[in-house]
Antibody
Framework: QVTLKESGPVLVKPTETLTLTCTVS??????????VSWIRQPPGKALEWLAH???????SYSTSLKSRLTISKDTSKSQVVLTMTNLDPVDTATYYC??????????????????WGQGTLVTVSS | DIQLAQSPSSLSASVGDRVTITCRAS??????LNWYQQKPGKAPKLLIY???SLQSGVPSRFSGSGSATDFTLTISSLQPEDFATYYC?????????FGQGTKVEIK
């Protein structure tokens, strides 16, 4: 059974750095067909893709947040960590991690988010 | 970045109705388009990947179609448990992007 669980602070002060951890089970972060993505959702708003990391450490970031985000993984601990610097109240959101599943469909290699964590609400406030 | 525009932003429908949601990409993305369903207070759930492939365990009343820039999610006969918000997502290029969502409400 695949599970992902986000952990981290629920309240962060403006200008501080947020560190979120995604602990996975049921699959290996070494699996070349798997990766992990981070997505966030401000209250009442749409999903926003933040970053992803694949087994060979290939990473990608949101264009607007690239300068503030770092994604990394610790395969031995089955964890993916996302750090976001210089927090602002507009960063208040539920943060999700999700499994990125790579698959070949009709001759094309594609990916999709097939398992999600429950999400963790992070509030940025002084 | 590739932009995804969903329409409508919201709709009201009755149980048994056929519902269609569209997602338009700002450039051609072949079939690199996924659909997710999100219920209030819950994480999103994958429905359709690669434009038209039904995720395992998802009811067959859900279907996806389209390619290039225009995509459609169809619910053939709306059920009470289908009232939710639906998002499209492109995986053609990085950064990945989501549409703004379509809320399906009870009429």
């Amino acid at each position: 059974q695949v599970t992902l669980k986000e952990s981290g602070p629920v309240l962060v002060k403006p200008t501080e750095t947020l560190t979120l951890t995604c602990t996975v089970s049921g699959f290996s972060l070494n699996n070349t067909r798997m990766g992990v993505s981070w997505i966030r959702q401000p209250p009442g708003k749409a999903l926003e893709w933040l970053a992803h990391i694949f087994s060979k450490d290939e990473k990608s970031y949101s264009t607007s947040l690239k300068s503030r985000l770092t994604i990394s993984k610790d395969t031995s601990k089955s964890q993916v960590v996302l750090t976001m610097t210089n927090l602002d109240p507009v960063d208040t959101a539920t943060y999700y991690c999700a499994r990125l599943h790579i698959s070949m469909v009709r001759g094309l290699i594609t990916d999709f988010l097939d398992s999600w964590g429950q999400g963790t609400l992070v509030t940025v406030s002084s | 970045d590739i932009q995804l525009a969903q329409s409508p932003s919201s709709l009201s429908a009755s149980v048994g109705d056929r519902v269609t949601i569209t997602c338009r990409a700002s450039q051609s993305i072949s079939i690199y388009l996924n659909w997710y369903q999100q219920k209030p207070g819950k994480a999103p759930k994958l429905l359709i990947y690669a434009a038209s492939s039904l995720q395992s365990g998802v009811p067959s009343r859900f279907s996806g179609s389209g390619s290039a820039t225009d995509f459609t999610l169809t619910i053939s006969s709306l059920q009470p448990e289908d009232f939710a918000t639906y998002y499209c997502q492109q995986t053609y290029s990085t950064p990945r992007t989501f549409g703004q969502g379509t809320k399906v409400e009870i009429k």
